[in-house]
């Protein structure tokens, strides 16, 4: 996952959806070559990282509580966002990890289902 470590409070995101969460000060934003924000932090509300991501509600607030997926910053007393570049790389980290499952060989994947004995 990739967020600004300088500019954000040092909360839990997570990179995959099973994988297990880490920490923001573990986390470099590529936008940052000297360490500075270029882009203003944008906040995006549920509704919109319903629809970017193609999760349910339900969905989202489980991943949350499981560390794995980014969590929701509080806006006022009656609101919630989402750091849209946190949403961002987790999709990526998502495309990133569906790919490298792709390119892996028919022999390694036939032996990786489970259930399947040879």
């Known amino acids: 996952m990739v ?14 959806l099973n994988g297990p969460p880490t920490r923001r000060d573990d986390i470099v934003c590529p936008s ?3 360490g500075h924000r270029t882009q203003p932090i944008r906040f995006i509300r549920l509704k919109e990282v319903i ?9 989202i ?6 560390g794995r997926f980014p969590m929701r910053v509080q806006i006022t007393t009656h609101s919630v ?19 490298a499952l792709s390119i892996r060989s028919p022999d390694e994947l036939m032996h990786s289902r489970p259930g399947r004995a040879d």
Not at 8 to 15: F, G, H, I
Not at 61 to 66: D, N, P
Not at 82 to 93: D, S
């Open 3 to 16: 967020t600004c470590k300088r500019n954000l409070p040092n909360r839990s995101v997570a990179t995959e």
């Open 32 to 34: 940052h070559n000297d």
């Open 61 to 66: 607030y489980e991943l949350q509580a499981q």
């Open 51 to 59: 629809k970017i991501s193609g999760l349910g509600k339900t969905k």
């Open 81 to 99: 966002g989402w750091i849209e570049e946190e949403v961002q790389a987790w999709l990526t980290a998502r495309i990133n990890a569906s790919t």
